[in-house]
């Protein structure tokens, strides 16, 4: 590892060791002691994708999402422009950003650095500076964290990314440790101006969908962005100063914290396909269904409620089933963050 003092100040300016052979050998976890599952297949993976997606597409901290973001005005927004609410606004532009750029990576078979950088345009918001930094950057608040520290000067920037790019291209190195591995070192170098988390989460998911299935690698990056994230960054501290051995043991415990959350929302799915009585809960209508045919409000049965839109002339079908879903799995979430919470101020 590879520390010098920084001129501009106090923090250190860390260069990342380039990602050898022998290095990543060293990073990669054991795949085969990891119980991989196979996804389930449902009809409303699109709601679920705004629904894991509200919480890292923008900047919303995990607080302000619950607080200020029920679900149900997400999807009013998605489907009928139904909002006052600029958060809700700017959660529902981000996630399409988010979808496009995923999307655009997924048709992509090769990362490079024009492409990389297109990445991060799209996924910029308005007004916001993209591009490749062309100075120093601090990466952590020092009034938050102090372990801040700042990224590889900008000469070091093309060698260390075409590091990343070949690695990414592994053949005999499974998804989940490419995804883990270029995901750090992404943090270390962090090449652009801003907007580098966005970048690094799309390109972690397009990877970790191949082999640990969508809602898992939602939960995953669920983990290291708003759940645990103190413990992230001072795994990746330890890194800095030459521990490999903490990375590799939270990379297996977000694994594992994304497979039992994932077992939780479905054991709740199952749960209200057993206390409503419907048979498969996703041969519903999607959570809201636009209807093209305009009828008065009206409650379809006790799971779906139908109401007009004056503002869009559509109809609108909220299944409440999937709603009460999503809710209970928000308190879940809550619970989880307040008990990693009250661990940090123990330690």
Known sequence: MNTLKSNIDIYPCFIPVRLSDELVSKLCLNTKKIKLEADHQF??????????????????????????????NLY????????????????????????????????????N???????????????????????????GDPSK?????????????????????????????????????????????????DGNGRVVRALTISFLEKELGVIPAYLLILYFKVINPVNYYLALNSYREGNIKEIKRFHVEAINWAYKSKKILFEFIEGYIQQTGLDKIYNYPSYLQVVVKSEPNECINQNIFKFH????GKNISINTALLNVLNQFDYYLRYELRTYQ??????
Request: net charge positive; glycine share 2%.
């Open 43 to 72: 009809n409303y993976f699109g709601m679920l994708n705004l629904y894991f997606q509200k919480f890292f597409a923008g900047n919303m901290s995990l607080q302000e999402v619950f607080s200020d973001l029920p679900i149900e």
């Open 76 to 111: 009013l927004w998605s489907v009928a422009k139904i909002s006052n609410d600029i958060h809700v606004k700017q959660v529902v532009n981000d996630r399409k950003k988010f979808n496009n750029a995923l999307s655009l990576i997924k048709s992509n078979n090769s990362l």
């Open 113 to 139: 650095k024009a492409s990389f950088a297109k990445y991060n345009k799209l996924l910029q918001p308005k007004r916001r500076e993209f591009g490749y930094r062309k100075g120093n950057m601090r990466v």
């Open 145 to 193: 964290i102090d372990y801040a520290f700042y990224a590889p000067p900008v000469d070091k920037l093309d060698v260390l990314l075409e590091n990343v790019f070949d690695f990414v291209k592994s053949k005999n190195i499974s998804k989940v440790n490419i995804a883990l591995i270029a995901m750090f070192q992404l943090i270390f170098i962090h090449p652009f101006k």
């Open 309 to 312: 839109s004056k503002k869009e």
């Open 342 to 347: 009250q661990s940090k101020y123990k330690q």
